[in-house]
C-alpha cells in the first residue's frame, strides 16, 4: 500500500484511503478509465503542463505511471475521454490567470489515440475547430463523440457531433448552440455548454451554462432537436450549469454547478435531483445539503477556508464497464471540502453520507488557488469500487468508501 507520503487526513467520515502517488509533483486534473484483460488504465491530463500521463492502477493501493506523453505548447491539455479503443484528449486556448503563458501559437481542437496498447497509446488522428478548441467532450464509444467545441461562427462553446468510424479522418456531422450564442455584437455570452453533454441512446444532457440544463433528441445526429430546456436563473458563479449526469434506470438527473471564485464570491453553488419522468417538462426535485466542516476546525464554513468552495466533477458512469454504475450513492468532488458522497435513496431528500478531505498541500504546483488548500478535481469509480479522485496540488489519492457503493 503506497500511503505512507499521502497528506494527512483532516475530516474523514466512511472512506478508507488505500492508495496515493503525487505523480512525481505533476498537476492532475481530469481522469479516464478503462480496463482490458485485466489491467485497469488510468488517463490523465495535467493542469499547468502540457500533456498528459498513463497510470497503471490495476493494484489501486500501488498506482504506477508507466508514461507521459507531452502535449503542445501554450495549450490546455487538460481534458480526456477513454472508450472502446480510443483516447480522446482535448486541446485548448488557456484562460487567462490559470499559469499557462499565452501564445498566439496554441493547438486547439482534439487528438485521437489508439489504445490497441492501453499502455501506449499512439496518436491517429486530429480534429479542429478553427476557433479556441474544446472542453470537456464526451466519448462512450461507437461512431460518435460529442465534442464541447468552440467556432468562429458563435460565441462560446457549443456541441458538435463527430464522426470517429476513421479516427485518421474525424468528419463533422452536426452542431448545435443556443440561439443566444450568435453572436449579436454585444459580447460574450454565459449560455454556452460547459461539458460533457451526456448521451444516453437517442437523448443529450447538455449542462449548458446559464442556459441551464437542455435536453436534446439526437435519434437524427445531423440535425439535434431541442425536447426541454429547465433554466436555473442566476444560481450559483456565472459558469452556470457545469455537469448533468443521468442516474440509470430511473427518470432522474443530477445537475451541478461549479465553483469558480475563492472565498465567498460565489455563495451558492447548486446540486439538484432533476425529474425528467416527463421530460418536455423537467422540475426540481430537491437539493443536495449544504457540506459543513467538522466542528472543532479553524473556520466555521468552507467560504472561509480559502480556495474555491463547491460542487465540481460527479463520477460519470458513460455505460463504460470499467466504470461503477452507481444508481444510489453519488460522488461528488467539492473543491476544498474535499470528496464527498451522497445518498440518494428517496431522491427527494438527498443525504450526505460520507466525506473525505486530506490537510492542504504543503508545496504549490501552479498559480491556483490563491491560498494554497486542497482543492479535488475530478472523480471517477472503478467497478471494482476503487475510487479515484485528482488534486492539481497534491496527486492522485485512491480511496474505498467502506459502507459500500449502490
Known sequence: MTTNNAPRILENKGFDLIGYHDLDQKPVFKLALIEREGRWYLYTGYLWERGWAVIDVTDPTDPQPIRSIPGPEGTWTIQVQAADNLLVTGLEKPMPGWGI??????????????????????????????????????????????????????????????????PAEPK????????????????????????????????????????????????????????????????????????????????????????????????????????????TNPKIASAFPMPTPTPGLDYANYYEKGGRFGPHNQHHFQNNPAHFELKR???????????????????????????????????????????????????????????????????LFVLRYAPGLE
Open 329 to 395: 450513492h453519488v460522488l461528488l468532488t467539492y473543491f476544498n471540502a474535499g470528496m464527498r458522497v451522497y445518498d440518494l435513496a428517496d431522491p427527494l431528500q438527498p443525504v450526505e453520507v460520507g466525506y473525505f478531505v486530506p490537510e492542504d498541500p504543503q508545496k504549490r504546483l501552479g498559480a491556483l488557488p490563491r491560498d494554497l488548500v486542497t482543492q479535488f478535481e475530478d472523480v471517477i469509480v472503478d467497478s471494482r469500487g476503487n475510487i479515484f479522485v485528482s488534486d492539481k496540488n497534491h496527486g
Open 172 to 279: 463533422t456531422v452536426s452542431t448545435w448552440i443556443a440561439p443566444e450564442q450568435v453572436d449579436d455584437g454585444n459580447g460574450i455570452h454565459q449560455s454556452y455548454l460547459h461539458g460533457p453533454a451526456h448521451v444516453e441512446g437517442d437523448r443529450a444532457y447538455l449542462p449548458h451554462g446559464r442556459a441551464g440544463l437542455v435536453i436534446l433528441n439526437i435519434s437524427d445526429v445531423t440535425s439535434p432537436q431541442v425536447v426541454s430546456q429547465l433554466s436555473f436563473g442566476s444560481l450559483g458563479s456565472v459558469l452556470g450549469c457545469h455537469s448533468a449526469v443521468p442516474i440509470p434506470g430511473k427518470d432522474l438527473l443530477v445537475v451541478n454547478g461549479e465553483a469558480i471564485m475563492e472565498g465567498d464570491g460565489d455563495a451558492l453553488n447548486y446540486t439538484f435531483v432533476v425529474d425528467i419522468s416527463d421530460e
Open 101 to 166: 503563458e499565452e501564445r498566439a501559437d496554441f493547438d486547439e481542437g482534439a487528438l485521437f489515440w489508439d489504445l490497441t496498447d492501453p499502455s501506449d497509446p499512439k496518436q491517429v488522428g486530429a480534429w479542429r475547430t478553427g476557433a479556441t478548441g474544446t472542453h470537456r467532450n464526451f466519448y462512450n464509444g461507437g461512431q460518435y463523440a460529442y465534442m464541447t467545441a468552440t467556432s468562429p461562427d458563435w460565441i462560446g462553446h457549443g456541441l458538435t457531433i463527430v464522426d470517429v468510424s476513421d
